[in-house]
């Protein structure tokens, strides 16, 4: 056994490798094969797979795996704002194009806890360059994890430790892999308000039923409940989405105008994604000097007709 307690012929649970721009990524394995990946470079899920080796996760082919871009797929950490034009360098917040830290504590290489689940425990903190446009100190824990089952979760421990309020948006900008996206639809956002960024963030009712697409889509969508479902027929799978502490769900498909206006995304590309993004958007979340929030995201994909 080595000392991550797997037998010597299987992978460790948990893996620390580099990618071709020699940035760190942790790799998580369960018992039964599944993995996830997550670079260093913006604490962003890279790859979830299945205990067959299928992604679940889409990438862009033309992603820019090298700051100071967040790469185009996975799962980018958009914060401390999001959608947002004006002071910060991005719409969405810095946090996706830093580098993030290992935090030792449980050293990193641990095998599996009690319930098979492989995990990673890292940690961002604003540079002074980054308190210089957002003035506001804190701790950004990310804990990522592959249960035995094989599911994804990622929760976020934000912590003021400044000594005045300050208030943040997030999302974690999910980009889905599907078939296509004329064959999904997307149950749990029915009757919700939602804001169109399409319309100038105008505020707009959702019909009751499921969300189906054929043109380009970016809402924020208000209050929802906190499980969503994303039905791809033609691959006879159902991701669910569970979450905590993120009242707001973005779903977002640029379609074939915008795809061709973005330099790290395909023509052709918006017919295999679908980002359906857990957030706190409408109601940006203030901490008092030492109050810590709490955001949790768990993705799973089950069989379905
Ligand atoms: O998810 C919605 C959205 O705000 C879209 O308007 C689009 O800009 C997308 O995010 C991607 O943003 P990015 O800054 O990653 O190119």
Redesign the pocket.
């Known amino acids: 056994m080595n000392h991550s307690g797997v037998a010597s012929d299987q992978k460790p649970a948990v893996e620390i490798t580099k990618d071709r721009n020699g940035i760190e990524q942790i790799v998580l394995r369960n018992p039964r094969g599944a993995s996830t990946r997550v670079s260093l470079h913006g604490g962003q899920v890279l790859s979830w797979r299945t205990d067959r080796g299928e992604e679940l996760l889409f990438t862009s082919s033309k992603a820019i795996f090298k700051p100071p871009y967040?790469v185009?797929g996975g799962i980018?950490i958009?914060f401390p704002q999001?959608?947002q034009r004006g002071s910060l360098e991005?719409?969405?917040g810095f946090a996706?194009n830093r580098t993030w830290v290992i935090e030792e504590n449980p050293p990193p290489l641990q095998s599996y806890d009690s319930t098979g689940k492989a995990y990673i425990d890292l940690l961002l903190k604003p540079s002074e360059d980054d308190l210089k446009i957002w003035p506001h100190s804190f701790e950004f824990r990310l804990r990522v994890s592959l249960t035995a089952d094989g599911n994804i979760s990622l929760i976020s421990r934000i912590r003021n430790i400044n000594c005045k309020p300050f208030s943040f948006s997030i999302?974690y900008?999910t980009y889905f892999s599907i078939s296509d996206i004329s064959e999904v639809r997307v149950e749990g956002l029915e009757t919700l308000d939602y804001l169109d960024?399409l319309c100038q963030k105008e505020r707009f009712t959702e019909q009751g039923d499921a969300l189906t697409f054929e043109s380009e889509v970016?809402k924020?969508y208000l209050g929802s409940r906190d499980i969503i479902a994303i039905f791809d027929h033609e691959r006879k799978r159902t991701f669910l989405i569970q979450k905590e502490g993120l009242p707001d769900v973005?779903?977002?498909n640029?379609w074939e105008k915008?795809s061709k206006t973005?330099v790290?995304f395909g023509d052709e590309e918006y017919k295999q994604m679908l980002?359906v993004?857990g957030a706190a958007v409408e109601k940006p979340i203030t901490l008092k000097p030492g109050e810590e929030w709490t955001g949790r995201l768990e993705l799973s994909v089950v069989p379905s007709s």
Do not use: S, Y
């Open positions: 967040a185009r980018p958009c999001f959608g991005q719409q969405h996706r999302a900008h960024n970016d924020i973005g779903v977002w640029p915008k973005m790290d980002c993004n």
